[in-house]
């Protein structure tokens, strides 16, 4: 099984600021890397697949980088909308899909 | 527009059963692989299970044997039956469509919670 590990737990982060997440595969998932918003009583929704193509309708403030053990999602310039959970799935070997434990995204 | 309906959470007791459903509407049911990722509460999100175009399937070992499940292509509907339920699958289980092969959860539904308490 791939374990994927996101940190930090929680970052604080003042509008207008930049945002860095970062996520962890324990071997090699090339550029299968997905990364998920997730707000208050909401389902996830997809922020960026194959580890930097942006979803459909997602800002371009939203980035993501990174192949093989180690990407990182970037947030250019926080919104006040942007403040939740992101997580990031590998899709590279499976079963099991696996997710990371998230990062939340608060108000600094 | 792609939607996703899921139906059939609850209150139940350890040991019993359950069905969940999703109606999906908006795309082509038959052409995407379908899954269920539940989120227990204040927790993260885990994969439960797939079901490809061809309805082969694959489940998490902590489900494997007590959870089925299926597809109806003709009704686009997505099942599963849940049995010998215990307090860790206490979650909110979320349905989610995926293009066969390495390709993301592109649409979700609302999800629907169940409890598992005696």
């Known amino acids: 099984e791939i374990v994927m590990t996101q940190s930090p737990a929680t970052l604080s982060v003042s509008p207008g600021e930049r945002a860095s997440l970062s996520c962890r595969a324990s071997?090699?998932?090339?550029?299968?890397l997905v990364w998920y918003q997730q707000k208050p009583g909401q389902a996830p929704r997809l922020l960026i697949y194959?580890?930097?193509t942006r979803a459909t309708g997602v800002p371009a403030r939203f980035s993501g980088s990174g192949s093989g053990t180690e990407f990182t999602l970037t947030i250019s310039s926080l919104q006040s909308e942007d403040f939740a959970v992101y997580y990031c799935?590998?899709?590279?070997?499976?079963?099991?899909?696996?997710f990371g434990g998230g990062t939340k995204v608060e108000l600094k | 527009e792609a939607r996703l309906l899921e139906s059939g959470g609850g209150l139940l007791q350890p040991g019993g059963s359950l069905r969940l459903s999703c109606a999906a509407s908006?795309?082509?049911?038959?052409?995407?692989?379908m899954a269920w990722v539940r989120q227990a509460p204040g927790r993260g999100l885990e994969w439960v299970s797939t079901?490809?175009?061809?309805?082969?399937?694959e489940y998490a070992d902590s489900v494997r044997g007590r959870f089925t499940i299926s597809r109806d292509n003709y009704n686009n509907i997505l099942y599963v039956e849940m049995n010998s339920l215990g307090a860790e699958d206490t979650a909110i289980y979320y349905c989610?469509?995926?293009?066969?092969?390495?390709?993301?959860?592109?649409?979700w539904g609302q999800g629907t919670l169940v409890t598992v308490s005696s």
């Open positions: 908006g795309f082509t049911f038959s052409s995407y692989a």
């Open positions: 194959g580890a930097s």
């Open positions: 079901v490809g175009t061809s309805a082969d399937t």
């Open positions: 071997q090699s998932i090339s550029t299968n």
């Open positions: 799935q590998q899709n590279d070997k499976w079963p099991p899909l696996t």
């Open positions: 989610a469509r995926k293009l066969p092969g390495h390709n993301p959860f592109d649409c």
